[in-house]
């Protein structure tokens, strides 16, 4: 099972500053991640698949990067919809599908 | 617009147990496999199951393996996952997602509880 970890769990910015979240998988998955975002009491969104293509209808201001291990989502300007909890997906080698443990973007 | 609703959640006793159904709306149902993913209270995302588009082909956690089973009515547009041998552990929102390579579309969730 490949296994995601998301750093830093928690990450406190002020609105307009650029979010950087991590997400490391234990053995390759090329390009096969997605990035999703949360906000409380809804369901998952889908924001960036394979790496770095932004989902129907998702602001130029989230961008995704990364291949093989290391991944990261970048915000580039925190509006106040962005606070949320954002996790990362692999479809490399499944089953299972594996998601990390989210990291909560909030507010400073 | 694509519409998934899900439904048969509540409260049931360990070793009880429910099936859970996602009736969809909007795309074209057969042409894509679905899955039931689940989110303990204050927890994270957890893949549960997952089911080809005719449904001839299912995945399973291993922590479901053998207790839950999934299965579609393309007649009816509908998802469904039975549970059993539920326990306390399976306590969670599940959700039912639109595979598309990645889940593109998910559900608003219905809660199990699983307690005495």
């Given at each position: 099972e490949i296994v995601l970890t998301q750093s830093p769990a928690t990450l406190s910015l002020f609105p307009g500053e650029r979010a950087n979240l991590s997400c490391r998988a234990s053995q390759s998955v090329s390009r096969y991640l997605a990035w999703y975002q949360q906000k409380p009491g809804q369901a998952p969104r889908l924001l960036i698949?394979?790496?770095s293509n932004r989902a129907t209808g998702i602001p130029a201001r989230f961008s995704g990067s990364g291949s093989g291990t290391d991944f990261t989502l970048t915000i580039s300007s925190l509006e106040p919809e962005d606070f949320a909890v954002y996790y990362c997906q692999q479809r490399s080698n499944w089953p299972p599908l594996t998601f990390g443990g989210g990291t909560k973007v909030e507010i400073k | 617009e694509v519409q998934m609703l899900e439904s048969g959640g509540g409260l049931v006793q360990p070793g009880g147990s429910l099936r859970l159904s996602c009736a969809d709306s909007?795309?074209?149902?057969?042409t894509y496999a679905m899955s039931w993913v689940r989110q303990a209270p204050g927890k994270g995302l957890v893949w549960v199951s997952g089911i080809s588009g005719s449904g001839d082909s299912t995945y399973y956690a291993d922590s479901v393996k053998g207790r839950f089973t999934i299965s579609r009515d393309n007649s009816k547009n509908t998802l469904y996952l039975q549970m059993n041998s539920l326990r306390a552990e399976d306590t969670a929102v599940y959700y039912c997602a639109k595979w598309n390579n990645w889940f593109d579309y998910w559900g608003q969730g219905t809660l199990v509880t699983v307690s005495s």
């Open positions: 698949y394979d790496a | 909007g795309f074209t149902f057969s």
